[in-house]
C-alpha cells in the first residue's frame, strides 16, 4: 500500500504541475493546503485510527513530496544532491527532538497529539527526500527509470530479509523502508509516465493516477475487513478461554 501510495504521489503531483500546467509554486499551494487539511482532521480531530485519512494522508505527503523536490530544483536551481542533502538534514533534526524528548522513536502507538505531529513532520520529510533521492538516481546517476526502480526494490528486499531473519531493531528497519518506498514510487511512477524516448511507457499521468488509486483503493477495503475479522476472533476468543480457565480450576 505505501508503494502504491508513492506511486500515486509522483504521477498525481507531476499531472498538477505538468499535466494541467498549474506549476510547481501553484501545485505546491494546492497539494500542501489538502494535506494541511487532512492532517488537521488526523492529528486534532479523530482521536482513533482511520484506515481511510490515515492513507488520505500518506497520499497528501507522497504528492506534496513530489511538489517539494520538483520546486527546490527547478525552481530554486538547488539541484537533486542538495535538495536530497536539506532534506535528509530536516529529517535527521526531527529524528533527534523526537528522540531528546522521548528517548525513543516508537511509530506505535502513538496517543500523544505532540508525538504524532513529529511522525507527520517525519513521514512529510521522508517523503520529499525519497522523492529527490530517486530522481538522483535517474538524472544524476543516469539510470534509467525501471533500474532506478529495480535497485531501490531490491535494497528494500534487504531490509524485509533483516526483519525476518536477524535482530536487527525493527523501528530503524520501518523508517529505512518507509524512507525507500517513496524513491520506487518515484521512479516507478515516472517509468510509467515518462515518453517512450526517454525509456518510460508513456502512459497518461491521469490514468496512471486512478488505475493506482484504485488498486491502493481495494488493499485498504481488504486489509480494513481482514483487521476487522481478526480483531472480532481475538474479542470472541477472550470470554471462550477465560471460560475454559475457570473449568479446568
Not at 500500500?1 to 506511486?7: C, E, G, H, Q, V
Not at 510547481?24 to 494546492?30: D, G, K, P, R, V
Not at 533521492?133 to 527509470?145: E, Q
Request: overall charge neutral; aromatic content about 14%.
Amino acid at each position: 500500500m505505501k508503494i502504491l501510495a508513492t506511486t500515486l504521489g509522483e504521477t498525481a503531483g507531476d499531472y498538477l504541475s505538468m499535466s494541467l500546467g498549474l506549476g510547481y509554486y501553484t501545485s505546491f499551494a494546492i497539494t500542501f493546503s489538502i494535506l494541511a487539511i487532512i492532517l488537521w482532521l488526523q492529528i486534532s480531530i479523530l482521536r482513533q485510527y482511520h484506515p481511510a485519512v490515515y492513507w488520505a494522508a500518506i497520499v497528501g505527503t507522497t504528492t506534496a513530496g513530489t511538489e517539494v523536490s520538483d520546486l527546490m530544483d527547478r525552481s530554486f536551481g538547488l539541484g537533486y544532491a542538495k535538495g536530497s542533502f536539506i532534506l535528509v538534514t530536516g529529517l535527521l533534526v526531527t529524528f533527534g527532538i523526537w528522540y531528546f524528548r522521548e528517548r525513543n522513536l516508537n511509530y506505535y502507538p502513538i496517543v500523544r497529539k505532540d508525538i504524532e505531529l513529529m511522525y507527520w513532520l517525519c513521514i512529510i520529510f521522508s517523503n520529499s527526500l525519497g522523492t529527490a533521492f530517486g530522481d538522483y538516481l535517474t538524472t544524476n546517476l543516469g539510470l534509467s527509470y525501471l533500474s532506478g526502480a529495480m535497485l531501490t526494490a531490491a535494497i528494500i528486499g534487504v531490509i524485509m530479509a533483516l526483519h525476518y531473519f536477524t535482530q536487527v531493531n525493527d523501528i530503524v528497519l520501518f523508517w529505512l523502508a518507509f524512507i525507500l518506498t517513496r524513491p520506487f514510487g518515484a521512479t516507478f511512477g515516472d517509468f510509467l509516465t515518462k515518453p517512450l524516448t526517454q525509456g518510460g511507457l508513456s502512459l497518461s499521468r491521469s490514468i496512471a493516477s486512478l488505475v493506482t488509486l484504485g488498486l491502493l483503493g481495494i488493499l485498504l477495503i481488504v486489509s480494513t475487513r481482514y483487521r476487522r475479522r481478526k480483531h472480532s476472533q481475538r474479542d470472541f476468543s477472550q470470554p471462550q478461554a477465560l471460560e475454559e480457565h475457570e473449568d479446568q480450576e
